[in-house]
């Protein structure tokens, strides 16, 4: 057996009082892929970032090729031949592919020679693992898909024999995904030696030869995949047994709740993001909207939670909603009946600072039963506040906590709980579970799940759509501002979805459960 | 959880600041050859040890506490308001119109006058920059800043040009009638045996200093309003979310800030110079922002700091009195101070929060 591409052994790493990596041992086999897979705020990120030379660990040791090797800075890891690919691109947006690539490996002060080197290098690349990009195109103008590859490349270029993938797949359609697995194939088949960090089961089953689970900071198991199960892994990253499809009848819907007609939306640097949508929700039924996103899904929600300006009509009830205007902020809106969990609990849906007491009534802070003559009732909020934290089950249940303080998924609790319990007509929930950890998914699922079956109507938003086919009882899918499909949430798949989001409507080939083969639809834009 | 207790955030982190400001105070005073203990003790027996002193002291702090809170405030808004100087001149105006052209009866009426007087001016000068924030993005440092050289060249034309009696040389208002007297600590704390507060400026504007404290306190905590004032100064994005209008609380927030720093000049215009004069403020508006700073932003901490820079002042002026250190130095020593406890708060901070961690885990 030859020597292993990366071998770790005990490593460490604490941030003050909180124990990232708790004695880590790993070790990959060169010409494999190798998934790391485990919870928010499991360490994975941290063990990468060590291993990148961006943190240094507090013990433990770093083998590559067998050889111990300090990895102080990220230049030392380029020299070990370990190359990253970051969720969020590291890429210069208006320089070529060409610049960005030799950018920080330029040879010397004049940079022709460099391009010039590059451009074959590139050529050779692209022959070999079919990286096909443009050389002289400007990295706006690519699609995200296509600036992933950017970032690839410029790990060979720098002769990278390792490369970490951190969660790659979180910003591209299903097709694009199957395009960088597709090449991430190829690679290994060359000996490279990947490392793919992800959450999702599903891309860990399919690509990887080997997974390692980590859960709070320590490598709870490395298994081979094909000896192993999607209940499985989730049972060792949760540490005990998940659900991972949510379990609901069939809905019922009743009258139409929400009804919009011909909304469009210009956002403030005067782009249409939203071109002219007809959607309706029903009581009883979750609308669930399938997307890449920046196809005007968010905008969507803005104008419906009432902060952001539209024209169009939308009726809630059968009363018509200003689109403009004092009439159309978020007072007005909760007003008219309609709750909303943002997309982004950190910037919108929670005051960082605050207490956990003081955001459970946050846009509620008129209603007059939390007010105390000229003061609002603090008392009355906080022992309130105490009860909700009960009810949603969040951890710890301490309302003084600073809403910053709690991990994600509690974060998420706080602002369902708060949402949910005003017993909304219609529910607007844009990405529910983004960076929300397994077990807390499943208790968010079935909340939502339950509102439904209260009769409420719901609109849900998210990338994930997984999370969509197994919740939603109805799927639009939107792209590029316009509503490209819509379908059954039972009678359809990822295949078929995938195709509407990237803005083809034709899905014959796709439908009815199988999906079709490779089937390779045109790039989609960056951004809409 | 938090990096460290809330008492040593609140006590230890100024203590700390505050003592480097005076080692390096020290250090300033030793290198123009005085002797910085001596200075000191100067320092202390003029602000501290003499009733008269504290006299001067609370005076000056009245001031500052006004002024603090306005800047106070307007940053649970995120907004920086450095107009207080400003805003406090037109105040002034709008005390010495209420109690020129007003016939009152009584100094407890008149108080009240005026301070509606000085905080409807201060909150009108705040309210041009608000507005221009609040809808066209301009931004409030720079204009409050250059509204308070408007203010003075207003001030100085109506003093000058109207207010200035007929016959009088310098630019001040005419004396304001014995009615509207303000008692000051002398006359409320004397009795006949002991004359206590003698000369001293500090008068029963003090108390309206607390009580704004108080009103602020109850305000920014307990109030709808505060609640989304900082709401809004958190996160921008979130308030757009919750229907919390960034408009209206720019505008409210340097509304309330506005008439604070107003309502300074009810103390100097009105309780100590008793005629509205060029420059009453001296500087106090800015003296507001280091309050604010080294005050965390919390009525109570801007209390204690502005009686630490009242003292300063005090002290300060002792010190030129008496030694041979220019008045200038106070001006240093001030400076360090507002270094120490505002710039350089983290200097201070992150090696406690890493000490306090360290601690934690040996104890864990």
């Given at each position: 057996m030859t020597a292993p591409a990366i071998e770790l052994k005990g490593i460490s790493k604490a941030f003050g009082p909180v124990q990232a990596n708790k004695d880590i041992s790993i070790s990959v086999q060169p010409g494999t892929i190798h998934g790391i897979i485990g919870e928010n705020g499991a360490g994975k990120s941290t063990l990468m970032s060590i291993l990148y030379g961006f943190y240094k660990a507090d013990a433990g040791e770093i083998f590559i090729k067998g050889e111990k090797t300090l990895i102080p800075d990220s230049q030392a890891a380029i020299r070990a031949g370990i190359g990253m690919v970051f969720q969020h691109f590291k890429l210069v947006e208006n320089f070529t592919v060409l610049e960005n690539i030799?950018?920080?490996?330029?040879?010397?002060?004049?940079?022709?020679?460099?391009?010039?080197?590059?451009?074959?290098?590139?050529?050779?690349?692209?022959?070999?693992?079919?990286?096909?990009?443009?050389?002289?195109?400007?990295?706006e103008n690519l699609s995200v898909g296509h600036q992933q590859r950017v970032e690839i490349l410029k790990a060979l270029y720098r002769k990278a024999e390792i490369l970490i993938l951190d969660e790659p797949t979180g910003v591209l359609t299903p097709a694009e995904a199957d395009q960088l697995f597709r090449i991430l194939d190829r690679l290994r088949e060359e000996g490279k030696t990947i490392i793919l960090i992800t959450h999702k089961l599903r891309e860990i089953m399919e690509y990887t030869d080997t997974v390692s689970v980590m859960r709070r900071g320590e490598m709870t198991a490395t298994v081979k995949t094909s000896e192993t199960s999607p209940e499985h892994l989730a049972e060792l990253m949760v540490g005990r047994k998940v659900l991972l499809r949510v379990d609901k009848k069939?809905?019922?819907?009743?009258?139409?709740?929400?009804?919009?007609?011909?909304?469009?939306?210009?956002?403030?640097?005067?782009?249409?993001?939203?071109?002219?949508?007809?959607?309706?929700?029903?009581?009883?039924?979750?609308?669930?909207?399938?997307?890449?996103?920046?196809?005007?899904?968010?905008?969507?929600?803005?104008?419906?939670?009432?902060?952001?300006?539209?024209?169009?009509?939308?009726?809630?009830?059968?009363?018509?909603?200003?689109?403009?205007?004092?009439?159309?902020?978020?007072?007005?809106?909760?007003?008219?009946?309609?709750?909303?969990?943002?997309?982004?609990?950190?910037?919108?849906?929670?005051?960082?600072?605050?207490?956990?007491?003081?955001?459970?009534?946050?846009?509620?802070?008129?209603?007059?039963?939390?007010?105390?003559?000229?003061?609002?009732?603090?008392?009355?909020?906080?022992?309130?506040?105490?009860?909700?934290?009960q009810r949603f089950d969040v951890r710890p249940p301490d309302p003084k906590l600073a809403a910053k303080n709690f991990s994600g998924g509690n974060q998420q609790k706080i602002v369902l709980a708060r949402e949910i319990e005003r017993n909304p007509d219609l529910l607007l929930i844009g990405q529910p579970t983004r960076g929300v950890d397994i077990g807390a998914i499943e208790f968010i699922h079935q909340q939502v799940v339950n509102l439904r079956d209260q009769g409420k109507a719901i609109l849900l938003v998210s990338v994930e759509l997984e999370e969509i086919l197994s919740l939603a009882d109805r799927v639009v899918v939107m792209f590029d501002g316009h509503i490209t499909g819509e379908r059954d949430a039972a009678h359809t798949n990822e295949k078929e979805l995938g195709l509407l989001m990237a803005g083809i409507t034709d899905t014959s080939a796709v439908a009815n459960g199988n999906g079709g083969n490779d089937t390779n639809p045109q790039e989609v834009p960056a951004d809409g | 959880m938090d990096k460290m207790p809330k008492w040593a955030d609140i006590v230890l982190i100024p203590f700390i600041s505050l003592f480097l400001a005076a080692f390096f105070s020290a250090l300033v005073i030793l290198a123009i050859g005085e002797n910085p203990i001596a200075a000191l003790k100067l320092m202390v027996d003029g602000a501290l040890m003499r009733s008269a002193g504290w006299g001067y002291t609370l005076y000056y702090a009245t001031n500052f506490i006004f002024t603090g809170l306005a800047v106070s405030v307007a940053f649970h808004a995120r907004l920086f308001n450095i107009g207080g100087e400003g805003q406090a001149m037109l105040g002034g105006l709008g005390v010495a119109l209420a109690c020129l052209y007003i016939d009152w009866p009584h100094w407890s009426l008149a108080i009240l006058?005026?301070?509606?007087?000085?905080?409807?001016?201060?909150?009108?000068?705040?309210?041009?920059?608000?507005?221009?924030?609040?809808?066209?993005?301009?931004?409030?440092?720079?204009?409050?800043?250059?509204?308070?050289?408007?203010?003075?060249?207003?001030?100085?034309?109506?003093?000058?040009?109207?207010?200035?009696?007929?016959?009088?040389?310098?630019?001040?208002?005419?004396?304001?009638?014995?009615?509207?007297?303000?008692?000051?600590?002398?006359?409320?704390?004397?009795?006949?045996?002991?004359?206590?507060?003698?000369?001293?400026?500090?008068?029963?504007?003090?108390?309206?200093a607390l009580l704004a404290c108080l009103v602020v306190w109850v305000l920014i905590w307990k109030t709808r309003l505060g609640y989304e004032i900082r709401?809004?100064?958190?996160?921008?994005?979130?308030?757009?979310?919750?229907?919390?209008?960034?408009?209206?609380?720019?505008?409210?927030?340097?509304?309330?800030?506005?008439?604070?720093?107003?309502?300074?000049?009810?103390?100097?215009?009105?309780?100590?110079?008793?005629?509205?004069?060029?420059?009453?403020?001296?500087?106090?508006g800015f003296i507001g922002i280091a309050v604010a700073l080294?005050?965390?932003?919390?009525?109570?901490?801007?209390?204690?700091?502005?009686?630490?820079?009242?003292?300063?002042?005090?002290?300060?002026?002792?010190?030129?009195?008496?030694?041979?250190?220019?008045?200038?130095?106070?001006?240093?020593?001030?400076?360090?101070?507002?270094?120490?406890?505002?710039?350089?708060?983290?200097?201070?901070?992150?090696?406690?929060?890493?000490?306090?961690?360290?601690?934690?885990?040996?104890n864990a």
């Open positions: 030799i950018l920080g490996a330029e040879h010397g002060a004049m940079l022709n020679s460099s391009l010039g080197n590059a451009r074959k290098e590139l050529k050779h690349l692209a022959e070999e693992y079919g990286l096909n990009v443009n050389p002289d195109e400007v990295i069939p809905a019922e819907p009743g009258a139409t709740v929400l009804d919009i007609k011909g909304l469009r939306v210009v956002d403030e640097a005067g782009v249409e993001r939203v071109k002219g949508i007809d959607l309706t929700v029903h009581a009883g039924e979750i609308v669930g909207i399938a997307g890449v996103a920046g196809n005007g899904q968010s905008e969507l929600l803005e104008v419906l939670g009432g902060f952001a300006d539209g024209t169009g009509e939308i009726t809630m009830n059968g009363v018509a909603l200003p689109l403009t205007g004092h009439g159309a902020d978020g007072q007005a809106r909760r007003a008219a009946g309609i709750s909303h969990v943002p997309e982004d609990r950190q910037r919108e849906g929670l005051i960082m600072e605050f207490a956990a007491w003081e955001n459970t009534v946050f846009g509620y802070h008129h209603s007059p039963e939390i007010q105390n003559g000229l003061l609002m009732d603090n008392k009355g909020i906080y022992t309130e506040a105490e009860a909700k934290m | 006058g005026a301070s509606v007087g000085a905080a409807c001016f201060g909150a009108l000068w705040a309210l041009i920059p608000a507005y221009l924030q609040a809808k066209r993005g301009s931004h409030i440092v720079i204009t409050t800043i250059m509204f308070n050289f408007i203010a003075a060249a207003i001030l100085n034309y109506v003093l000058v040009e109207l207010l200035r009696p007929v016959g009088a040389m310098d630019p001040a208002s005419a004396k304001f009638p014995e009615a509207v007297h303000l008692p000051t600590f002398q006359d409320m704390f004397s009795t006949e045996g002991s004359k206590l507060f003698r000369g001293a400026p500090a008068n029963v504007t003090f108390f309206l709401a809004f100064g958190e996160s921008e994005t979130a308030a757009k979310y919750a229907g919390i209008s960034p408009v209206r609380i720019t505008v409210i927030a340097m509304l309330i800030s506005g008439a604070l720093a107003g309502m300074m000049s009810v103390n100097t215009t009105m309780g100590e110079s008793e005629r509205l004069i060029l420059n009453s403020t001296e500087g106090a080294m005050g965390r932003n919390h009525p109570f901490g801007v209390l204690l700091a502005a009686i630490l820079f009242g003292f300063l002042y005090q002290g300060g002026a002792e010190l030129a009195l008496w030694t041979s250190i220019p008045r200038e130095l106070i001006v240093v020593i001030q400076a360090l101070v507002i270094l120490f406890t505002g710039a350089l708060d983290n200097m201070v901070r992150e090696p406690l929060e890493k000490l306090f961690i360290a601690m934690r885990r040996r």
